[in-house]
């Protein structure tokens, strides 16, 4: 089993900057591939951004794509997405996630979640 958890979340304005954490535990996940997700309200999980297990391929949203980065420390078991020029748009709840096999756009084919975190942009 692979627990995650999230940390990093937060009110900041509109431009601002926030980086998320995702600590896993239980088992290694440095040979998977990992993923960031989120849930507006009143809408669908959506993806964001997703990491193969070297870090060497990532693929986002085209709604992030420029502003947001997703790196990983498999020393450190942990998942990062460093968000940029963040947008009232970006505020959902923030999903981290672990897929045993190769990366995907797709939530469902993923394995483990976390709780989520929080993100609030303000206009």
């Known amino acids: 089993q692979v627990q995650l958890v999230e940390s990093g979340g937060g009110l900041v304005q509109a431009g601002g900057s926030l980086r998320l954490s995702c600590a896993a535990s239980?088992?290694?996940?440095?040979?998977?591939?990992m993923g960031w997700f989120r849930r507006a309200p009143g809408k669908e999980r959506e993806f964001v951004a997703t990491i193969n297990w070297s870090g060497g391929t990532t693929y986002y949203a085209d709604s992030v794509k420029g502003r947001f980065t997703i790196s990983r420390d498999n020393a450190k078991n942990t998942l990062y997405l460093q968000m940029t020029s963040l947008k009232p748009e970006d505020t959902a709840v923030y999903y981290c996630s672990v897929k045993k096999t190769g990366t995907s756009r797709e939530y469902t084919s993923y394995d483990y979640w976390g709780q989520g975190t929080q993100v609030t942009v303000s206009s």
């Open positions: 239980g088992r290694t996940v440095s040979m998977y591939a």
